[in-house]
């Protein structure tokens, strides 16, 4: 790991760090937008885990005033967004996606938000698609009951009802302040002094469900999760290669991820359940688009029986799939 380009500012009101991988293009639109829209004193922290496309001779070049962290591998969403926070300056911590754009001064109107709700511990902002879709983020506690409406659907057969609806808060348009179990990693801004006393994101999450794990510390120490619309950001939604890249591979780790959160959150019992949800989900729909594939072959339905494979050998072997 080498560090470069650190901060001389001893006057910093906002530390963002921004984890990316494979990211150089939208980043470099991120980090543009970040340096047009934001006037308060700030720092920027991109952590790169071992980029191979050219991402830190960008970051060198074009954003010399950004501290860069040049991972020799990939360290994790977690763990890299750490090596941010360790060394941030900021009276607050922003953690910010690579594949965002900043709109309308949004990290200035949400900090000076923040001034004025003392008790609010973490707290995101409006989050576009596009012109003129809203991405429905924040959500509940991922705990076994949730997770399983998610896992058989059962959600979407009435995404309104108070208890059906309740993992994605699917009553709510994210036009209105709320509290919320879990504020969306994609823009969460913290006060340092609640930071301070909660401490560093949990690196047995390599990548999914540390913010669900960060918003409950947070929560359990007394502070609020808020959703505020008061400012905007666009999130060019499957543009981080960290997600997106690599399929299979990281759906199962997404639940991996979960049932670390169910364990710790909920016991062996609550992460039992999870498995169970898991499991039996994939066993369904592997054997739903295997009926279907046998009735009508299609590259789409070969990718779901593959995809429920991978995840019935991650639960009954512990076999991770390698793409």
Known sequence: MSVSSESASTQCAISIVIVSWNTRDILQDC?????????LPHEVIVVDNA????????????????????????RGFAAANNQGLEIAKGDKLLLLNPDTIVL????????????AHPDVGCVGCQVF????????????DPGPLNLALIEFGLYRLAPRHPLLGCPEYGDWN???ERDVDVVSGMFMLVPRHVFEAVGLLDEAFFVYSEEADWCR?????????????????LHLEGGSKSTAQIKSRMYVQKQKSKMIYT??????FGALCAKSAFL???????GAFGLANLARSTPNHKAKVRLARDVIRFHLFGREPAA
Not at 130 to 139: E, P, V
Not at 280 to 286: E, Q
Request: net charge negative.
């Open 31 to 39: 980090l543009e937008s970040i340096a047009n829209q934001t006037t």
């Open 51 to 74: 980029s191979t496309d050219g991402s830190q001779d960008m970051i060198r070049q074009s954003f010399p005033d950004v501290t860069l962290i040049a991972n020799t591998d990939n």
């Open 104 to 115: 309308d001064h949004a990290i200035d109107v949400m900090s000076g938000w923040l001034d």
């Open 129 to 140: 698609e596009d012109a003129d879709t809203i991405q429905r983020t924040c959500f509940a």
């Open 174 to 176: 994210r036009d209105s």
């Open 217 to 233: 510390r947070i929560r359990d120490a007394g502070w609020r999760c808020v959703f505020s619309p008061e400012a905007r950001i």
């Open 263 to 268: 364990r710790k959150h909920y016991g062996w």
């Open 280 to 286: 039996c989900s994939a066993i369904l729909r592997g």
